[in-house]
């Protein structure tokens, strides 16, 4: 697409968005100007979308979503009036060249942008569907412009170096996104001569570049890696740790532990070769020791024949096992094995749960975490099984109020992801993130807190003037007060519908209710509308009626969900007792032998 | 709706209330919205059941809405070409995350 094909387009769509007062007040080519001057700011938004995904989601999203037509023009008069001080003071072509991206390459794009920016607002207002793919091409595309553009790259890398020193760590997406622009160590390492980054900044850079790397392996690569370990290990561990970034005693771990476990699996399979194992072992000991062996070692033959038979379960094994131990020399390196483990998140939100011992700890922050936390799980899904296993955490079931969090957030999360697109393909995980999907998750999650509020003072049995408990009490009194409400002006809002639907002779198909569902197949006349009321309805309850045992099952098992929960609930109450030195319950116990000191007040800070 | 109290939909639709928090309001709040859950899941359920089946079965189990009984529901999705069980399944765990969305948006604008 050629520029003035980009913006033909692109005033195609904006046309309905001038006002009314523009358009009578407005001279023509001051519309086509203001309409010129509101494309490029949403390219701005956009581009600011890109390039900051996981840093500002919510602000962002906030700005795009709350007000779009103030913010546009917000960001139209702040981006006219610094380009028009650059004009002032004679420098206007700096800015415009500055800006070259904006202006050129972004407009070539504008289609691509339009999408993204309809994506971002939640509208449908391109005619297809936005696709996961489309994001990826715009990606490729904005990043291939970068390269161009080093001072760019520089601050953006800058700020997010910073921000994993300041713990936000981003080294996934930091990593993948340098990996896609073609950053390597050698580029960094020039970026770094050059006095643009630190060198203490280049380093982790370059670690975490590195570690994507580790992540970004294919099942191909892993399994030419071990092919190539078994006819020559020492080169084979050379390359690895090199390209890694680890050192080679730990390439030579990770590779013989897959090799001891490959035998361990297959009963033994090198038993007979134990001479020609030892000899292998020991010649790659005296390599490791500093000895030169520039000649080739072999690997016992039936090491080959498990390869080719189940080499792909080996390679992602080899994968897993040089993500955590770079994830685990990181860490180390960086951040002092303290960087917010699980453990971290699950002790400050049992904290906030139990809140108990000053204000310190707010919703927002609760929130913060619960954002690592999805951060986090996203790390988990990159490295399967593995990675659990591996770390110094045990792996955290659903009995910890983290566990519970933690699947609050996938659940929203999956459950809006699926809803828009269908089942997740490979490689569209890396976009669960997005802020709507966060907006989402974090709702469910208040929900959840005010569910489990609710439930808890209805049940306690202890001293009702327990101050912890009068707060609880009050908070949750406040928010009923305010759903009261909401609930109110809901139920006004759907009947009012209803009857608008009928005074204009429409029967409607489904109570009034609008759905995602309802809304994609309004209109669908499919039964005879003057002999049956509210024949969709009809037929529900007609089916249901004929599907009881089905709904029963679905009940029994909500039911039994309901005292998972509560058991759960029982089991994070005897923790905290236990952690805060309180009285404890025995196992098993019920909540109403808890301590009354420790009544949870998880709503105290949601309702400020 | 007796036929719905019986068979366990209005446990469903309470457990799904318990879900949402709203047993928080009251009485006559509850029930208008029960009203509207009750509602909604009906139709919710016949437009799923009804465009999961081909054209001409549709025409059919119009048919069988307006006249039919039980019986002939039953004998109906036993050759309907569906797996009903299955829908019926997937559908209730998606009208309950419905309107936990729905639940989970109420709440979250309260500030």
Same mark, same amino acid.
């Given at each position: ?17 001038? *006002? ?53 023009? !917000? ?204 000899? !292998? ?160 998750? $974090? ?50 809002? $759907? ?30 006349? !499919? ?31 909500? $039911? $039994? ?28 116990? *019920? ?18 | ?111």
């Amino acid at each position: 697409m050629n520029r003035e094909q980009g913006f033909s387009k692109g005033h195609k769509a904006d046309n309905v968005e001038l *006002s009314a007062e523009e358009q009578k007040t407005l001279a023509p080519e001051e519309q086509s100007r203001a309409l010129q001057l509101r494309e490029r700011v949403r390219r701005e938004l956009a581009k600011e979308a890109i390039e900051q995904p996981q840093e500002c989601p919510d602000e962002l999203w906030g700005i795009l979503a709350s007000d779009a037509l103030i913010t546009q023009e !917000w960001l139209f008069k702040n981006f006219e009036q610094e380009r028009s001080e650059w004009e002032h003071a004679g420098k206007v072509d700096v800015f415009d060249s500055e800006n070259k991206w904006l202006y050129e390459n972004a407009v070539d794009q504008s289609e691509h942008l339009r999408k993204m920016v309809a994506f971002l607002y939640g509208t449908s207002e391109t005619e297809e569907p936005f696709s996961y793919k489309d994001l990826d091409d715009l990606f490729s595309v904005i990043d291939a412009q970068y390269k161009e553009s080093r001072p760019t790259i520089a601050d953006k890398l800058r700020h997010e170096v910073a921000s994993l020193f300041e713990q936000q760590d981003p080294r996934v997406h930091l990593g993948s996104q340098s990996l896609r622009r073609g950053l390597n160590t050698g580029k960094i390492g020039h970026l770094e001569k050059n006095g643009i980054l630190r060198g203490e900044e280049a380093t982790l850079l370059k670690d975490t570049l590195q570690f994507a790397e580790v992540e970004a392996y294919g099942e191909k690569d892993m399994i030419d890696t071990l092919q190539f370990a078994a006819n020559n290990t020492e080169l084979a561990v050379g390359l690895l740790s090199k390209r890694v970034g680890l050192s080679s005693d730990i390439a030579h771990d990770c590779l013989t532990l897959v090799l001891s476990e490959m035998e361990a699996e297959h009963d033994n399979t090198f038993k007979d070769d134990d001479a020609s194992k030892k000899s !292998w072992l020991k010649k790659v000991g005296q390599w490791f020791m500093g000895n030169e062996v520039s000649q080739t070692i072999p690997l016992p033959e039936k090491v080959q024949s498990v390869l080719e038979h189940d080499g792909a379960k080996w390679a992602h094994r080899l994968v897993s096992l040089l993500a955590t131990s770079k994830q685990k020399d990181i860490d180390r390196r960086y951040f002092k094995d303290e960087l917010y483990k699980e453990e971290e998140i699950r002790n400050a939100i049992l904290d906030f749960m139990r809140n108990d011992e000053g204000d310190d700890f707010s919703l927002d922050q609760a929130e913060e975490y619960l954002e690592r936390v999805v951060n986090l799980s996203q790390f988990d899904r990159a490295s399967a099984d593995d990675l659990g296993q591996l770390r110094a955490q045990p792996e955290q079931q659903p009995t910890t109020v983290w566990g519970k969090m933690k699947r609050a957030v996938q659940r929203g999360v999956k459950t809006a992801v699926t809803e828009i697109d269908g089942p997740l393909e490979e490689g569209e995980s890396a976009y669960l993130i997005s802020p709507r999907m966060l907006r989402d998750a $974090k709702a469910g999650t208040k929900l959840d807190l005010f569910v489990d509020a609710v439930e808890q003072l209805e049940r306690y049995p202890g001293d009702k003037r327990n101050p912890a408990f009068i707060e609880s009490a009050q908070a949750v009194e406040r928010i009923r007060e305010q759903l009261t409400h909401e609930y109110d002006e809901f139920i006004k809002l $759907k009947e009012a519908h209803k009857k608008a639907q009928e005074s204009a002779g429409k029967k409607p198909f489904n109570g009034g209710i609008d759905t995602a569902d309802t809304k994609a197949t309004s209109g669908a006349e !499919w039964f005879s509308v003057e002999t049956m009321m509210e024949p969709l309805a009809m037929a529900g309850e007609k089916i249901l009626g004929f599907a009881g045992d089905q709904v029963k099952k679905f009940v029994d098992r909500m $039911k $039994k969900g309901g005292r998972e929960k509560r058991q759960l609930r029982n089991e994070m109450i005897d923790r905290i007792g236990r952690a805060g030195g309180g009285p404890s319950r025995p196992r098993g116990g *019920s909540i109403t032998r808890r301590s009354s000191s420790r009544v949870s007040s998880p709503l105290r800070s949601s309702i400020r | 709706m007796n036929n719905q109290q019986d068979n366990g939909i209005q446990e469903f639709i309470d457990e799904v209330c318990h879900d949402i928090g709203i047993t928080v309001l009251t009485r006559d709040q509850q029930d208008e919205v029960k009203q509207i859950i009750t509602q909604d899941l009906n139709a919710f359920i016949g437009e799923r059941v009804f465009f999961a089946l081909s054209a001409d079965r549709r025409t059919e189990l119009e048919k069988i809405i307006q006249d039919g009984g039980q019986d002939q529901l039953y004998q109906f999705f036993g050759s309907a070409g569906v797996d009903v069980n299955m829908l019926l399944q997937q559908s209730l765990e998606l009208f309950t995350q419905k309107w936990r969305h729905e639940a989970a948006t109420m709440i979250a604008s309260v500030s």
